[in-house]
């Protein structure tokens, strides 16, 4: 009898697991396939992960900039030696302002770009800055152009600007020599291109330098601030009112420096110094209380670990913008530039 109640029971169970394996079986074809979307989402990811952030230098420099529609506008004056305008073009979507110096006599004339550096939006008026380089350049034969920069002058504001590691800037100038090189100037020689940069517009040249090398025959900074965002972001960002409140605004974008360490370093022209192909001519004064001489010469010294063509001047008793030294400066350069021309 116990016999036959196990053989009864074992019948059971088979039967029961034979159901249940092809209930099973026939269902699958109306189950979710959970392991799947899993699969492509991770391969998302990956891919994703792969791409650099956006802002950072290798992002930009994945970047064509197209910038064009160069506008000469109303002429700001007219003397013996050249002629300024005000101009605009387009960049990333916006019209920027900005001047232009076009020498009188024959050309065509090699162009230099004149990145300049933080005034208060507000307190800025169009082609204000380096109104010295810009009259000294021009008078020694050379085409010469300023981006206000979006934000400033008459160009259109960029909300996210105080936010973004001032890539917008970078784009800027970028987008206003694709502009001058389209708009087919016969004054203008787009073969011979040349940059000079000034404190924050210092910076802005440095990011060009590792961003788009080749573009400029060679680069000159007047006591540009320093290749480590990180520096200037505590410098700056964290502690001037200007700056009010945009210090959390870029965490909550970018994330903190502990919480995303790579994405600042991305954003930092020091870590890719070995991107520059072209001359770099270093100014820079004892005594700036803005730019602390310790940052140029520990940029010549990095520039020239990376093996990198560097000529650094330095100006005792000068501050900032080497107001005594100015035309020491400017001869300098315009000689630097003028042993670069093609």
Not at 79 to 103: A, C
Not at 156 to 179: F, K, Q, T, W
Request: charged share 25%; net charge negative.
């Amino acid at each position: 009898m116990t016999k036959k109640i196990t053989y009864s029971l074992l019948v059971c169970i088979i039967s029961l697991g034979a159901f249940f394996s092809a209930y099973c079986i026939l269902d699958r074809k109306d189950a979710p396939l959970s392991e799947q979307p899993t699969v492509i989402e991770n391969e998302t990811e990956k891919e994703a992960a792969k791409k650099p952030r956006p802002d950072s230098i290798p992002a930009m420099a994945e970047m064509d900039f197209e910038g064009d529609t160069l506008q000469l506008g109303r002429v700001l004056d007219d003397n013996g030696s050249y002629t300024r305008h005000f101009v605009t073009y387009r960049s990333e979507g916006l019209v920027i302002s900005g001047i232009m110096n076009i020498p009188k006599g024959q050309g065509p004339f090699p162009v230099v770009f004149l990145n300049h550096g933080y005034v208060a939006p507000e307190d800025y008026s169009n082609g204000q800055y380096f109104r010295r380089e810009q009259d000294f350049f021009a008078r020694n034969g050379y085409a010469v152009f300023q981006s206000d920069y979006r934000g400033y002058g008459s160009s259109d504001p960029d909300p996210d600007e105080d936010i973004r590691p001032r890539s917008g800037y970078v784009e800027d100038v970028l987008n206003a020599i694709s502009a001058v090189k389209k708009a087919g100037l016969p004054s203008v020689d787009t073969e011979n291109v040349f940059m000079l940069g000034h404190s924050m517009g210092g910076g802005v040249t440095l990011n060009i330098m590792v961003t788009k090398p080749e573009i400029a025959q060679a680069y000159a900074l007047l006591a540009p601030i320093n290749a480590d965002y990180r520096v200037n972001f505590e410098k700056w960002v964290k502690t001037d009112n200007d700056f009010d409140g945009i210090a959390e605004k870029f965490y909550a974008r970018y994330g903190t420096y502990e919480e995303a360490p790579e994405t600042w370093e991305s954003f930092s022209a020091k870590n890719y110094f070995d991107r520059i192909t072209s001359p770099v001519m270093l100014h820079q004064g004892t005594l700036d209380r803005d730019v602390p001489v310790e940052w140029s010469r520990g940029l010549m010294s990095d520039l020239e670990k990376a093996g990198k063509d560097i000529t650094y001047h330095e100006y005792p008793g000068e501050g900032h913008t080497l107001y005594a030294a100015q035309d020491m400066f400017m001869r300098r350069t315009l000689d630097f530039f003028n042993g670069n021309l093609k």
